[in-house]
């Protein structure tokens, strides 16, 4: 009988199991939002809980007790730092789960775990990329059509008359640019 | 040991299976989009959950 019987095993013999929580803890204090399995993000829950608790206190015997989990040196310094500012005097429930829905592959459930102190902060950073990476995108598409244009101009004209030519095919490019925008 | 008498005919054995059925998933409309989604779940046609943007669609 399994009564009474905290945690889960997550397939895992106890050295695999610590080194994963480990890893997820650290991950998520320096990521502040990681996407997981369901089971794993609340076993990490248990998990990275109490060592956040631990480091609202700095001294040299929290720091060391931290540091044997979070291998990272850089995250230690941050947690005890950054993070607990920004945590202040929330008593527990620092982190938030969100489930997301079955996983192609396996089916296995995702989710994200998130330090709830954090969640807008993540969310500017995911749409900065996005929009850097879209920017990128129709950089990359408008270069392509103005090289497609400028084959097309240089075929029939003579080569003399190829540069200044070109380089109308370009301008003719961002004017079609602006009318898509 | 006891045991069973007679073999279970094919019939017998296939009208027991008639009530092993799926059941569809109940689905309720995304606050954000109007998209059906599973409850208790971010939705995953505009990446909102409890009126909050939890990560962005790719499309």
Redesign the interface.
Known sequence: MRHRVKGRKLKRTSEHRLATLRNLATSLLKHKKIKTTLAKAKELRTFVEPIITKAKVDSVANRRYVAADIKDKEVVKELFTSIVNKIGERPGGYTRI????QRKGDGAELA?IELVDY?DVV?EK??KK?TENKTKAEEQKAEEVKTEEEVKKAEPQSEVNQEPKAEAGEQTSSEEKKEEN | MPNPKRKMSKSRRDKRRTHYKASAPSLSRCSQCGELKLSHRACPNCGYYAGKSVFVPES
Do not use: D, F, Q, R
Not at chain 1, 98 to 101: D, E, N, P, Q
């Open positions: 969100i489930k997301l829905g994200y969640s969310k995911s749409t996005k």
